[in-house]
């Protein structure tokens, strides 16, 4: 098991050079893909069919991002081992629950956290919504008791940086809790960090499995967590 607490503020950055984000018409929303690199996210202008029923907005948003064609800017934020399922919509808590089977053997941690991060910010422009959850089940090994791992995210979950809003950085504390073969508490580690547009987290993820690797009476958990 793996927790992951994560207190974030705002600093000051010099700008960098970023492409200006495309405005939206009426009916449009971003949809966030990977970069041609995979270093980034982008946000590309589409135009949704369904305006009445979110259930069926989120399918096609969802079903949008994990089929487009990928060009010299961008591709598609789904990775090979991840399905999309389905979602059950809570239209007065304005929530909607996703699921996704997955294959944890064939994604890296960098790909499920881009993954994570363009469903939500793409999702979360549906008008009615404020919040999703995402369930990934690993069909892989379905019996195990934890074999669907659940997260709640909103829009505060990420932060993107584009056009205007360039040079905004977040600082934070991350405080990550490990549990031993057993299942029980473990091992504590503390983090504080300051990152700003790119994608930087991935480096701490590779860090943190690096940490594991020489703690071998601990769970690399990283995968069910990001």
């Known amino acids: 098991m793996f927790l992951l607490s994560f207190v974030v503020t705002g600093c000051n950055k010099e700008p960098q ?38 259930a069926l907005a989120i399918s096609e948003v969802v079903t949008y991002l994990s089929t487009i064609e990928a060009t010299e800017e961008y591709q598609s934020p789904f990775p090979a081992g991840i399905t999309y399922k389905n979602n059950a919509v809570n239209e007065i808590r304005k929530r909607a629950d996703l699921s996704f ?33 995402i369930s990934l089940t690993d069909i892989a090994n379905p019996d195990e008791e934890l074999a669907t791992v659940t997260e709640y995210f909103d829009e505060d979950s990420f932060v993107l940086s584009f056009g205007d809003e360039k040079g905004y950085t977040q600082t934070g504390i991350i405080d990550l809790y490990f549990a031993n073969e057993e299942g029980n508490f473990g091992w504590y580690f503390n983090l504080s960090i300051c990152n700003g547009d790119k994608f930087v987290i991935i480096f701490f993820l590779s860090s943190f499995n690096l940490i594991l690797s020489n703690k071998i009476n601990f769970y690399k958990t990283i995968l069910l967590s990001i």
Do not use: M, R
């Not at 294959?103 to 994570?116: E, G, P, R, V, W």
């Open 17 to 54: 050079e970023q492409n200006e984000i495309p405005e939206l018409q009426d009916n449009q929303i971003y949809v966030y893909c990977v970069n041609h690199d995979k270093t980034d996210v982008v946000p590309v202008v589409y135009t949704l069919n369904e305006q009445e029923d979110i």
């Open 101 to 133: 089977d997955i294959l944890y053997d064939s994604i890296t941690a960098d790909q499920l956290l881009f993954f994570k991060t363009c469903v939500v910010k793409s999702v979360l422009q549906i008008e009615g919504l404020s919040a999703i959850t």
